[in-house]
């Protein structure tokens, strides 16, 4: 048996979807089977993905020739939380998390407490990334290397030392005067 907490399959693929419509904001609405191909689904399953999706307004469908799917608001705007909720309903590990009435012993539960904390890191991580952060993760703040810190003004100069990399702020001497 299986001990792991998991996201579905309609979650998971629900998501490489939208990531692949965020690969495209601003270009041509993306075919159905482009999305397919590119990531491995069912046309059929990716189709039903997709009409949850427009459903919760996080897609939009464009007809005609050369339509397909577009997302419905740039991709810095769209939180994985909207497009897990949208798939997967409330996002919570045990029943009584999301409804208290799931469980007679609610109310009295040790343990309780412990997974309404949970829920609620999951729910932060998901409500903190974006599809943007996806299609470009070095810019995600948490996976940036730290940068060594320069001299600006040194670094305006552009000249580095061959021995060191360090910028110099040393001036060559002019034309004629040496």
């Known amino acids: 048996m299986d001990n792991t907490v998991?996201?579905?399959t309609r979650g998971r693929y629900g998501l490489r979807a939208m990531f692949e419509l965020a690969?495209?904001?601003g270009r041509a609405p993306v075919q159905m089977s482009t999305v397919a191909?590119?990531?491995g689904l069912?046309?059929?399953y990716l189709h039903a993905l997709l009409t949850a999706l427009k459903a919760a307004s996080l897609v939009r469908s464009v007809r005609?020739?050369?339509g397909g799917f577009v997302l419905a608001r740039p991709p810095a705007e769209i939180k994985l939380s909207e497009v897990l909720r949208a798939l997967e309903g409330p996002l919570s590990l045990v029943d009584c998390v999301a409804d208290k009435r799931a469980c007679d012993r609610s109310n009295h539960c040790p343990a309780?407490?412990?997974?309404q904390e949970l829920a609620g890191a999951?729910?932060?991580v998901l409500d903190n990334v974006t599809l943007q952060d996806l299609v470009a993760p070095e810019k995600r703040k948490c996976s940036q290397p730290r940068q060594k810190k320069t001299n600006s003004r040194a670094a305006a100069t552009g000249r580095r030392s061959k021995r060191s990399?360090?910028?110099s702020r040393t001036r060559r001497p002019k034309a004629g005067k040496r």
Do not use: A, D, P, T
Request: charged share 30%; net charge positive.
């Open 37 to 39: 191909e590119r990531q």
């Open 42 to 44: 069912s046309r059929k």
């Open 122 to 124: 999951v729910e932060n």
């Open 165 to 167: 990399g360090v910028v």
């Open 112 to 115: 309780r407490r412990v997974w």
């Open 64 to 66: 005609g020739s050369g």
């Open 6 to 8: 998991q996201i579905s």
């Open 23 to 25: 690969r495209g904001f």
